[in-house]
């Protein structure tokens, strides 16, 4: 999305740096805790208790208002929202965990945007596109997901600059961590949540 805004990753870097610097010094000055209320809040996901997780959003590309929320059920499934919290969509696909959202995923003759997550229930990458119209997701890996070798948990996707080829990572619950592009595995610390991969 960062091309499509016309402005370059390295901008949004000093963007996201400056309002972080803002939100620490606010926090800072303050003497107690701080209670930001939220203007929308989503509905439920269909699994009670500790099941929403991770959320990613879409933008638009033409029509700001049309974007979309995706998030997660980690007990069940992948939820598509509207921008006033009305769910559109629910896929059971599994325990998703992680999601990301990319765009202009090479597809065929074209491009989709899509969103991709590792997937506990069957320790696959998920891979959905985006409908340029609706936002809503169709599975293109043909249900069965991005096979791994390992016990999925975290996830992160990149792009390289030099190729245009995305990759996802999934860390697992054991500690391991495994590239998509080769499968390899190298030890971790600890237990991995999240990643992140950049250039």
């Keep these: 999305m960062v091309r499509r805004c016309g402005i370059d990753e390295r901008s949004w870097r000093v963007v996201f740096a400056v309002l972080a610097a803002q939100c620490i010094a606010s926090v800072a000055v303050a003497e107690g805790p701080v209670e930001i209320p939220a203007s929308v809040e989503t509905e439920p996901v269909p699994t009670a208790g500790d ?15 049309l974007s979309r929320i995706y998030g997660t059920d980690k007990q069940a499934g992948l939820a598509v929202y509207d921008l006033a919290g009305s769910q559109l969509q629910f896929l059971a696909d599994g325990r998703l965990n992680n999601i990301e ?12 945007d899509f969103v991709a997550g590792s997937n506990r229930s069957t320790d696959t990458i998920s891979v959905y596109s985006i409908h340029p119209d609706t936002g809503l997701l169709t599975d293109i890996t043909a249900g069965g997901g991005i096979p791994t070798t390992i016990a999925v948990y975290g ?27 080769s499968l390899t595995t190298a030890p971790a610390s600890s237990r991995e949540r999240w990643c992140v991969a950049s250039t």
């Design 51 to 65: 099941a929403a997780d991770d959320p990613a959003i879409w933008i638009h590309p033409t029509a700001p208002e």
């Design 155 to 181: 996830f992160c996707l990149y792009r390289s600059a030099v190729t245009g080829k995305y990759y996802g990572f999934v860390d697992a619950k054991s500690g391991w961590s495994s590239s998509t592009s």
């Design 101 to 112: 959202v990319r765009y202009a995923l090479p597809v065929g003759a074209g491009a989709t």
